[in-house]
């Protein structure tokens, strides 16, 4: 049997294996669900290298037109989330004409919670971005994590939801932030060797307090790195000192355990990862009370 052209062969036959594809991201919204799923799908595959198109906010016939003319130029794996029956029709159809896959990433959701609730959808475009109480409560989760971080207002820490506590380079400040982005109103306070912790720390209550830890190695990579950026006299401090960082951990686990927090080692965590640890431990404690 001979091989077929080059042309004839469907495209994705002829990748490289270090593989650059092009995706289009197709939404009637922001498009943040369809590049989540994207990122999420993709770290799956080692030679997948992805260029993006994003095609935001089409909601009228001219904003399709315009992001299936960018399709039809540069074909590639289309993902989507279009309310507009209409609209999905003709993306479909255009799409099966260039042979070009195109996946509804909601759809499989969103049958499955119609027919568990037994309700219908209510076919709104963005519904989950609209300005409503919980997206003022996100912003208000926002401005009291900005606050309270790295250890401001520490008499107010009984309003969090979630209280970090940590020695520096424990990514405390990304991951309050993290969650507040998720509606949690957040607050860290650093442990600082000669620095007495506030004592409103010790008489919370209503906060689920998280310790965070780190490989001292790590961390002293961490902190060498950012003395770089510093003057000679923080240069001179013992910050990076390996053996301190050493005491420093030892006494932070010390102190998680006696207080009964719980504790996260965050040396191979991303912020995310850190972030679902700490999401777990809220709702399981939520549940349990």
């Known amino acids: 049997m001979t091989a077929g052209r080059v042309e004839d062969r469907p495209r994705h036959q002829h990748l490289p294996l270090a593989s650059y594809f092009h995706v289009h991201l197709v ?15 993709t770290a799956q595959f080692a030679a997948a290298r992805p260029i993006e198109h994003t095609h935001s906010m089409v909601r009228s016939r001219r904003e399709l037109e315009k992001a299936l003319a960018d399709i039809e130029a540069t074909p590639g794996i289309v993902l989507y989330t279009i309310v507009n029956t209409d609209f999905r029709r003709l993306l479909e159809a255009r799409c099966a004409e260039l042979e070009t896959p195109a996946v509804s990433v909601l759809d499989p959701l969103l049958a499955a919670f119609a027919e568990f609730l037994d309700l219908e959808q209510t076919h709104r475009a963005g519904a989950q971005h ?6 003022f409560r996100r912003i208000g989760a926002v401005d009291f994590t900005l606050a309270h971080d790295d250890g401001q207002m520490t008499w107010d820490l009984e309003s969090a939801d979630v209280v970090l506590v940590g020695v520096s380079r424990t990514s405390k400040t990304p991951t309050c932030m993290y969650l507040a982005n998720r509606g949690l109103k957040c607050a860290n306070v650093p442990i600082v060797p000669g620095t007495e912790l506030p004592a409103s720390l010790f008489a919370l209550r209503k906060p689920l307090v998280v310790g965070l830890v780190g490989s001292p190695e790590r961390l002293a990579d961490l902190r060498s790195s950012r003395l770089g950026a510093m003057d000679a006299t923080e240069r001179a401090a013992s910050y990076s000192n390996l053996d301190g960082i050493r005491q420093e951990v030892l006494a932070a686990k010390r102190l998680f355990a006696r207080q009964r927090w719980d504790t996260i080692d965050v040396t191979r965590k991303s912020v995310e990862e850190t ?9 399981a ?5």
């Open 275 to 283: 972030a679902a640890a700490i999401l777990t431990k809220l709702s």
């Open 27 to 41: 939404s009637d919204s922001t498009g943040e669900t369809l590049t989540t799923a994207l990122k999420a799908t």
């Open 285 to 289: 404690r939520r549940n349990r009370a």
């Open 130 to 135: 609209e300005m409503n109480d919980a997206y």
